[in-house]
């Protein structure tokens, strides 16, 4: 157990609609990255959040959006949902010390499924 | 921009021998994390070592070490004694320093374990 929890852990939606993944972070840890893992795209950086405030963005749509809040856990939304959007969402947690963030640890991954 | 190859799609061996999967990187950066992930069929991303550039040590874990060779952007994955638990997909991750801390995966490299 990463000490990093994810839910729902799977996720089943209709083309169109909006869904919310949730995520809490390992106790402490202030970072909170988001991942997706797809057959085509394999593993893609989506957003990094830290202590609140974003701090870096990688390839996420503009119809997906997320916010770290003030007890760090996080919320990755996803709204007018596509069938290329179905994939394995992750969140993870690092560790901050010694004026960096070290290793990043998974949780379980929200599997969602647009039909 | 960074890159992680992974050229080995899919390797096997035997319980108890040992296996090396390879990992290359591209980077301009001269402080950065390297690790190795392993994703069992649970689809949970397991952290199995880590190395910073800044060591010149290989790092170990266990029955897992690393070759680390910097100038040559090289970062393989050695497993002694393999174990019907080891298989799974291997991911070899980059991380940045700070400022640019988000993950860049390989493709990944399907171990499979003969028994």
């Known amino acids: 157990d990463s000490g990093v929890t994810q839910t729902p852990k799977h996720l089943i939606t209709a083309t169109g609609q909006r869904v919310t993944l949730r995520c809490s972070p390992r106790s402490g840890d202030l970072s909170v990255y988001w991942y997706q893992q797809s057959l085509d795209q394999g593993l893609q950086f989506l957003i990094h959040y830290y202590n609140g405030e974003e701090r870096a963005k990688g390839n996420i749509l503009e119809r997906f959006s997320a916010q770290q809040f003030p007890d760090l856990h996080s919320e990755l939304n996803l709204s007018s949902l596509e069938l290329g959007d179905s994939a394995l969402y992750f969140c993870?947690?690092?560790?901050?010390?010694?004026?960096?963030?070290?290793?990043?640890?998974f949780g379980q991954g929200t599997r969602l499924t647009v039909v | 921009a960074q890159t992680v190859t992974q050229s080995q799609p899919e390797m096997s061996v035997q319980e108890a021998e040992t296996v090396t999967l390879s990992c290359t990187y591209d980077?301009?950066?001269?402080?950065?994390?390297l690790f190795w992930y392993k994703q069992p069929p649970s689809r949970q991303m397991i952290l199995v070592i880590r190395q910073e550039a800044y060591k010149q040590q290989n790092a170990t874990e266990n029955r897992f070490s690393v070759n680390f060779q910097k100038a040559a952007k090289s970062f393989s994955l050695k497993i002694s004694d393999s174990q019907l638990g080891d298989a799974a997909m291997y991911f070899c991750?980059?991380?940045?320093?700070?400022?640019?801390?988000?993950?860049?995966f390989g493709t990944g490299t399907r171990l499979t374990i003969i028994p």
């Open positions: 993870a947690s690092s560790v901050y010390r010694e004026r960096r963030n070290t290793e990043a640890f």
């Open positions: 991750a980059y991380r940045g320093p700070f400022g640019n801390e988000k993950l860049t």
């Open positions: 980077t301009s950066e001269s402080d950065y994390y």
